[in-house]
């Protein structure tokens, strides 16, 4: 198993050090091996906004940087952390661009079956949200997403908070590990069902062949699989998923 660390901070120091110590907890968990990637050893240019990667494809994007190689990394990899130094109450400005260099795989999901998780690192405070919202990107990315930690590392560190946050990495580290390795894919909660099922019903309904989104949805089959991937639904969930494929349509319908 390989996990990925990305880190987002232009110095080597509390972030680093805190996505390392997790990369180093979970080589004691297991057979994993590991890598950390500073986003600032990288060139990532900031986002046009030109929409072309959402709409043609993500090869139509202008800007001549190094996403496919990050994305590479991404997709050789059965884990992922996002480790961010809180900066002004959110991600830092070097992880914010490398989001949005993804932000096609929000419409056109792929990383479905590996795991998730975030480390935020902040001087006094804000960092919780951040943590959610990075948990909620994980989520959006069809990951499977291990609650994320945030570690205070106002200097000097006093030891007791030093401690405690070597407690979190090391709890957090045991439950990646925990997901990491389980075999089988999760049953989608009610809420992803409904994701999924309006998502497909909107691109196929809305939508045509010169629009990427439908190309990709339909190569994978996903206009009339259950879901992202073959898993069981009890009978009630796949009631619920034609359920949700009718409401969607009525509403598109209603919308004419
Ligand atoms: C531009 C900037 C903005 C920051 N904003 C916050 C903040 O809103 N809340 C906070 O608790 N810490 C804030 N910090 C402190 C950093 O989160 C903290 O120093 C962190 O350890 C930096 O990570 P690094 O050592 O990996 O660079 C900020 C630091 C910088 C440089």
Redesign the pocket.
Known sequence: MKVTAF?G??????????AEKFLENLRKHGNVETEIVALSDYHLETCRGCMLCLNKGEEFCPLKDDRDKLIAKILESDGMVM?S??????V?GLMKVFLDRLGFVFHRPRFYGKTFTSI????????KKISKYLSFIGGAMWFNVVKGSC?????PIPEKVQEKNNMLLDRQSRKFYTVLVRKELPVPSFFELMMFRTARTNIKNQLDESWRDYVYYRDKGWFESDFYYTVRLSLLKKLAGRFFDWTAARRLRSNK
């Not at 232009?10 to 805190?18: F, I, L, S, V």
């Open positions: 880190v901070s232009a110095r080597k120091k509390h972030t680093y050090n805190a480790a130094p809180n900066y002004s109450f959110q830092s935020v690192v902040q001087g006094i405070y804000g960092g570690l205070n590392t106002c200097e």
